[in-house]
Structure formats: structure tokens, C-alpha cells
Antibody
Framework: EVQLLESGGGLVQPGGSLRVSCAAS????????MAWVRQAPGKGLEWVSG????????FYADSVKGRFTISRDNSRNTLYLQMNSLRAEDTAVYYC??????????????WGQGTLVTVSS | QSVLTQPPSASGTPGQRVTISCYGS????????VDWYQQLPGTAPKLLIY???QWPSGVPDRFSGSRSGTSASLVISGLQPEDEADYYC???????????FGGGTKLSVL
């Protein structure tokens, strides 16, 4: 059974940093593109970042480019999102998602339960 | 403002057929397949339709999708109370080099 379990969310001040993680199980982690998708309170879904199976290719939304870094540790079956220079508009539930198939983060067949990141003073 | 445009709400009664539309442009729906997600209240999104009209395992065929030009549609036939949820369309966007989502449609089953 595929499982994605996010952790690391919390309250952080504007300008601060936070790293969220996603522990994956039930599939060959290194074979799949992974992604982060966020949802601000009461709002819709917004794709944030994606990474190839090997970790060598990364993708970012314009809204986080230069501030967020996606990475993965295939030996630990874990996906990460390092978030720096956080802003109030980054407040959201961050979902880890597994791409169904392919080489780019386009559609996601499994999602974690999400971890809430709140940016506030 | 979302790159893909969906109506904010839709409704129907049990047994009815409901259609949710999604409008984009040449850089997304016009050149790429469309996917649909269902998000039940308080839960993570679930892939409902991929590649315009394909069903992931376990999704009933009451849900169907189509794409034409720069728009797409999700049709729910035989509406059931448990279909009450938010529905999102998505597609790859060449200009943004990533997937884009619609703003979501809140479906109410009256």
C-alpha cells in the first residue's frame, strides 16, 4: 500500500525558514517523480515544486523560485522541501504527491495527508 | 487568479447528471491532457480522471472526462450524496513549465 507521510510543518515568522519532509513507502520511491502541492486556507490547489526520480531535475513554480529547494534522499525514501524567506502568503497545507508516471510532475495518483505551515509574527 | 478557469459552484439532485467545465489556453489545455481531482471535505485531493478520460483504479465510471480545444469537462452521471466535494482540473503549462490547477468547483448535492 502506497503511503506518504508529511511532517515538519508549524508556525514560523516572516523571513524565517522551515523544512518539511515526506516519508514514502509501498512503492519504488526512486522510480517516480515527486512533487509538493499546497493549499492556502479556504483556497484552491497550487503546485509548488517537483523533482525527478534521480533528483537530478527539479521544477519550481514562479512564486517560490529562488526561495524553496526540493530534494530527495532515495536511500531513505524521503522527499524534502526547504523553505526560506517565508512570507505570509506561503501559509498553506503542504501536500506531498507521487506522480503517476512519466518524467515531469504532471498528474498525481497518491497524496499525503498534508502538513500545515503557518507564516505569522 | 488561477490559470485554468472553473465555475466556483455547481449543484444537482441525486441521480442527476452534472457537468463541470474547465477553460484554459493554448499553452496548457490546448496542448496537453487534462486531469481531474476530487477533494472531499477535510481530506487530501484524489485523482479522479487522468489524460482527459482515463480512470485510475477504483474510480467509478459515473465520472467521465473530455477535452476539446482549450477547454475540458468533467461529467458526473447518477449523482450521489457522497459526490459532494470540490473538483479541480489540472494540466501541464508550457509557459510556466509546470502543472496548473483550476480554482476548483464546489459541488453540492441537494
Amino acid at each position: 500500500e502506497v503511503q506518504l507521510l508529511e511532517s515538519g510543518g508549524g508556525l514560523v515568522q516572516p523571513g524565517g525558514s522551515l523544512r518539511v519532509s515526506c516519508a514514502a513507502s509501498g512503492f519504488t520511491f526512486s522510480s517516480y517523480v515527486m512533487a509538493w502541492v499546497r493549499q492556502a486556507p479556504g483556497k484552491g490547489l497550487e503546485w509548488v515544486s517537483g523533482i525527478s526520480g534521480s533528483g537530478g531535475i527539479t521544477f519550481y513554480a514562479d512564486s517560490v523560485k529562488g526561495r524553496f529547494t526540493i530534494s530527495r534522499d532515495n536511500s531513505r525514501n524521503t522527499l524534502y522541501l526547504q523553505m526560506n524567506s517565508l512570507r505570509a502568503e506561503d501559509t498553506a497545507v503542504y501536500y506531498c504527491a507521487k506522480d503517476m508516471v512519466g518524467t515531469v510532475p504532471d498528474y498525481f495518483d497518491y497524496w499525503g495527508q498534508g502538513t500545515l505551515v503557518t507564516v505569522s509574527s | 487568479q488561477s490559470v485554468l478557469t472553473q465555475p466556483p459552484s455547481a449543484s444537482g439532485t441525486p441521480g442527476q447528471r452534472v457537468t463541470i467545465s474547465c477553460y484554459g489556453s493554448r499553452s496548457n489545455i490546448g496542448g496537453h491532457a487534462v486531469d481531474w481531482y476530487q477533494q472531499l471535505p477535510g481530506t487530501a485531493p484524489k485523482l479522479l480522471i487522468y489524460k482527459n478520460n482515463q480512470w485510475p483504479s477504483g474510480v467509478p465510471d459515473r465520472f467521465s472526462g473530455s477535452r476539446s480545444g482549450t477547454s475540458a469537462s468533467l461529467v458526473i452521471s447518477g449523482l450521489q450524496p457522497e459526490d459532494e466535494a470540490d473538483y479541480y482540473c489540472a494540466a501541464w503549462d508550457d509557459r510556466l513549465n509546470g502543472p496548473v490547477f483550476g480554482g476548483g468547483t464546489k459541488l453540492s448535492v441537494l
